[in-house]
């Protein structure tokens, strides 16, 4: 195990570019080194110094800051919204896959129409009826992300219906509950730990692309979108203010992307 | 009697003309008594053990006849009832030991389940007796079996595991759908020793499904025999190797192999 770990170049590289996202995000929750909507006006378009490494922005405050921040919003949004989508994508395909039937085909082909929309659109409905915000956009992107969840474990479900194991465990009386959840759940983990990590990536950028629309985090919150959207105005002037968020962006999810493609992940046990 | 079957019918609808794998099965069967199963394959043996079992889920096929377990009617019972049968009274092993185990869940959970869902009792409880259990069924080391994944067994290893955890809440009832077939021959000749002395310890009823009628005739005292859907013949064992009433049969114990030592 630990042998194929050093040999798996994926997981590494994976978890060095996550980390050094990851890493600064979190303690980009608890602190930061300067207030993340501090202006300055001698700061106004700074460079880089000692005191702030990646320069000052339009208003004075710190890209630091900010960008630690950002991601952290960034990296917390696309947990919710894996956490609404898995979860409930969990619940719905289990029983439609495992019970199978009249309900199970109705709730695909409600499924299927959900799945017509591309997911941003419908996140996009979703916010205009709940309105923005972070919150809000996490609830939009959840929703919007249980369709493809569905499917993922409704067929791992149908594959596990039959297996053996399963009749024996129900022959021990386990009720169906207990079957579902306790026996053929985890068997589904191979499946589940690959597609959470894509899904989680889907998430990031759909929270960049309706946070660069102006839809999503709204200021003074920063979020690697919102950043990347304020910097357009400047894109010439000082090109810093789109790099730094968008390398940011591009590392956070290069990085999981490559764990969800390593052999030490998708192959547990 | 531990067992009634009358005129059990299954039938499968999911195709436009319905489909009748199982035609007016009849079983009696009598608290550790071993009865024998044959036919070949699409006999419709395995369809009535589901049956027995209460496995068949109730969408699937379309049951009619009655099936009478220790007083329950098992077709029309509330699935409650059922499902307190199941594993405490009536168990079952299957056919393929390399599947019928969960690949990611040690052995000792596995062989705990029955117990966890039927009795009340406290962990060390539970694995005193599954470690009992696992050295019963005659597997070296029960201790390292019990904290072993199925990947780390072998298949005659597993399906001793299989038996422990049927055997675990000392059912009235096992319902064995082919447990040697995947099997080689000493290991088929030892599961069936098992299978013997579990029936006599326990007072266990075997209902023992094979194609093997050489099997059949090492374990059990009754057999029927059946064939596209239909019991054709059954009764004593040795009456009917030595006199079968049907053709099929006799051409069924015809096509044992055997070796002739006599040299011409």
């Known amino acids: ?269 | 009697m531990l067992l009634h079957v009358e005129d059990l019918n299954i039938e499968f609808h999911d195709h436009i003309v319905p489909e009748t794998v199982v035609y007016d099965f009849d079983l009696d069967m009598d608290e550790g008594e071993i009865v024998g199963l044959v036919g070949e394959s699409g006999s419709g043996k395995s369809m009535s053990a589901l049956a027995i079992a209460g496995l068949l889920s109730r969408h699937d096929a379309k049951k009619r006849g009655h099936i009478i377990f220790d007083g329950t009617d098992i077709l029309n019972c509330p699935r409650e009832e059922l499902r307190n049968l199941q594993g405490d009274d009536i168990s079952m092993i299957f056919q393929e030991p390399m599947t019928s185990l969960d690949p990611l869940k040690k052995i000792g959970w596995q062989v705990e389940e029955a117990m966890r869902i039927h009795k009340k009792c406290t962990a060390a409880e539970r694995k005193e007796r599954a470690i009992k259990m696992l050295g019963d069924v005659e597997l070296e080391d029960p201790e390292r079996v019990y904290n072993s994944y199925p990947h780390q067994l072998s298949g005659g290893m597993r399906q001793r595991v299989m038996i422990a955890a049927a055997m675990i809440n000392t059912p009235k009832l096992l319902i064995a759908d082919e447990p040697t077939t995947a099997l080689d021959v000493t290991v088929q000749a030892q599961i069936v020793k098992l299978l013997k002395r579990i029936n006599k310890e326990n007072r266990t009823a075997i209902l023992f499904i094979s194609h093997d009628l050489s099997l059949i005739r090492q374990l059990c005292k009754r057999v029927l025999v059946m064939k596209g859907g239909y019991v054709v013949d059954g009764g004593d064992v040795e009456e009917i190797f030595t006199h079968p009433k049907q053709e099929y049969t006799k051409r069924l114990i015809d096509s044992i192999p055997h070796v002739d030592l006599s040299g011409e």
């Not at chain 1, 994508?89 to 017509?116: C, E, H, K, P, Q």
């Not at chain 1, 959840?142 to 194991?165: C, H, K, L, Q």
């Not at chain 1, 105005?233 to 590392?251: C, M, N, S």
């Open chain 1, 1 to 269: 195990m630990k042998n194929s770990v050093k040999k798996d170049f994926n997981f590494i590289l994976g978890i060095v570019l996550t980390a050094i996202v990851v890493v600064p995000a979190i303690i980009g929750i608890f602190w930061t080194p300067y207030g993340i909507d501090t202006m300055n006006n001698s700061l106004k378009m700074a460079g880089c110094s000692l005191a702030h490494p990646f320069g000052c922005d339009n208003f004075g405050r710190d890209i630091l800051s900010r960008v630690m921040a950002g991601s952290a919003i960034t990296l917390l949004i696309g947990l919710g919204t894996v956490a609404i989508g898995a979860v409930a994508g969990t619940v719905i395909g289990a029983v439609t896959g495992y019970y199978g039937g009249l309900a199970d085909d109705i709730f695909m082909r409600f499924n299927d129409v959900m799945f017509s929309f591309p997911s941003l659109l419908l996140a996009l409905v979703f916010v205009a009826v709940l309105g923005s915000g972070r919150t809000q956009l996490t609830v939009a992107l959840g929703i919007a992300f249980i369709p493809s969840y569905v499917r993922i474990v409704r067929a791992e479900y149908v594959r596990a219906r039959n297996m053996d194991y399963v009749k024996s465990a129900k022959l021990a009386g386990a009720s169906d509950i207990r079957v579902m959840f306790v026996h053929i759940l985890p068997n589904t983990s191979k499946v589940m730990m690959g597609s959470l990590l894509i899904g989680f990536n889907n998430a990031v950028l759909a929270e960049a692309g309706l946070s660069f629309l102006g839809i999503g985090v709204q200021p003074p919150d920063a979020s690697l979108g919102r950043m990347l959207s304020d910097a357009q105005t400047y894109l010439f002037g000082k090109p810093g203010l789109a790099i730094v968020p968008g390398v940011t962006l591009i590392v956070m999810v290069l990085g999981i992307s490559l764990l969800g493609k390593s052999d030490t992940i998708t192959r547990i046990r």
